[in-house]
């Protein structure tokens, strides 16, 4: 895909006028490990905190979004349930823990299921079909596809009404961006000619010179394309997932989850200017000022009121599972954004990291041999005791 057919899709404009309805959101990337998974859980966080009904279909075999929103309850329904159009998407809604978020599950059905559409008639538009007939009351339904081109993600792009691209700024993310833009394309000539580019998202985001060029190239070429929020580096994004618990409820005054409430903010601009020039979005303003939303998320995260059952975990005893309580927490990434602009100092100034790396090992060996002289007076004192004794004798 060209630089000038990124910028059509995303100019795309429909002639037809049709009813409000929600807004379809594929988060998809061919290479796996840049926080797919991580973008769609705080989008729908965020979107649902300003009073906007999501539904999070989760189309990833890994059922990790489905692990964030839904927890580890056995559940019959199933995502698979759709493409294999076994059932309607009214079926196989679930309610979440949280207020005003839906999800379609992932379970270990969907494992194989590839395998299984390859032989069907029309398998690339099961999704579509399964959502033709049906009237939902949602404004947002956010897709997490799985990191690879196979008949799932297909299936999400063609009912899509826009694509959001995350990727990290490494050579081989940027690679595998060239990859997902031919798919992109592909989908919209043959399959959804309305299907466009919502933007690029930069996550994962380290402040060094590599990712300075590799964001400056990809800005160059693509534009405003590009989100101008990046999503930084954080530790918390990890934990969260490791206890299951949405970032923007683990640690909501994270870097991390300021980016992603920040970027959900400016998606929605632009999303205004989209619904405003197109005309079909069930868009409505936000019921809750910004101010009030990241209050409310704050008193969530504070009181413990985002409890799930599943785990049984708490605000209150995640201290204790967690060794990093939310005062050591803030001491760490102080250290951390220390560390960060000493790193960045450091590369970009190489003279000053070697007259520091030759101090520290002057004096270094200016201690060795301070403690080597004391020891070896200490050592001859001791000498001189010992001859002494033996003279007594």
Same mark, same amino acid.
């Given at each position: 895909?060209? %630089? ?141 596809? @799985? ?20 990727? !990290? ?25 309305? %299907? ?35 999503? @930084? ?15 923007? %409820?683990?640690? @909501? ?43 409310? %998320? ?29 005062? !050591? ?65």
């Amino acid at each position: 895909m060209t %630089l000038s057919n990124v910028h059509r899709t995303r100019e795309h404009e429909s002639q037809n006028i049709a009813p409000p309805r929600p807004y379809f959101l594929a988060v998809f990337n061919q290479k796996g490990g840049i926080s797919k998974t991580t973008t769609v859980v705080s989008m729908s966080i965020a979107l649902s905190s300003l009073g906007y009904k999501v539904l999070v279909i989760d189309l990833d075999s890994q059922g990790d979004a489905t692990r964030n929103l839904y927890g580890s309850r056995a559940s019959t329904k199933c995502a698979s349930e759709l493409l294999e159009s076994k059932s309607s998407v009214r079926n196989v809604i679930c309610p979440t823990f949280f207020p005003n978020i839906d999800i379609v599950p992932s379970t270990s059905k969907m494992i194989g299921i590839e395998f299984s559409l390859s032989g069907r008639l029309n398998s690339q538009r099961s999704l579509h079909y399964s959502f033709d007939s049906s009237q939902l009351n949602y404004n947002f339904i956010l897709m997490d596809c @799985p990191p690879a081109l196979g008949i799932v993600p297909i299936n999400a792009l063609a009912i899509a009404d826009g694509v959001l691209v995350p990727i !990290t700024p490494s050579i081989y993310a940027t690679d595998a961006l060239i990859r997902t833009f031919q798919s992109i394309d592909y989908v919209k000539n043959g399959i959804n000619n309305r %299907l466009s580019i919502d933007g690029i998202l930069l996550c994962i985001y380290q402040r060094s010179v590599i990712s300075r060029k590799i964001e400056r190239d990809v800005r160059e070429k693509l534009g405003d394309a590009v989100y101008q929020k990046t999503i @930084p580096h954080d530790e918390n994004a990890i934990d969260s997932s490791t206890f299951g618990i949405p970032l923007l %409820l683990y640690r @909501p005054s994270s870097p991390a989850a300021n980016a992603y409430f920040d970027f959900t903010c400016e998606f929605l601009n632009r999303y205004e200017k989209r619904a405003a020039r197109l005309g079909y979005f069930n868009f409505q303003r936000p019921s809750i000022s910004i101010s009030g939303a990241r209050k409310n %998320l704050m008193d969530l995260s504070n009181k413990g009121l985002f409890r799930l059952p599943h785990d049984k975990i708490t605000r209150k005893n995640i201290s204790k599972v967690n060794p990093i309580n939310q005062r !050591t927490g803030e001491n760490s990434a102080t250290i951390a954004r220390l560390r960060d602009k000493l790193t960045i100092l450091f590369i970009e100034f190489p003279f000053l990291l070697r007259c520091c790396t030759i101090a520290i090992i002057l004096i270094a060996f200016f201690c060795v041999i301070a403690l080597a002289g004391y020891e070896f007076s200490f050592i001859s004192s001791q000498i001189d005791e010992i001859w002494k004794s033996v003279k007594l004798f």
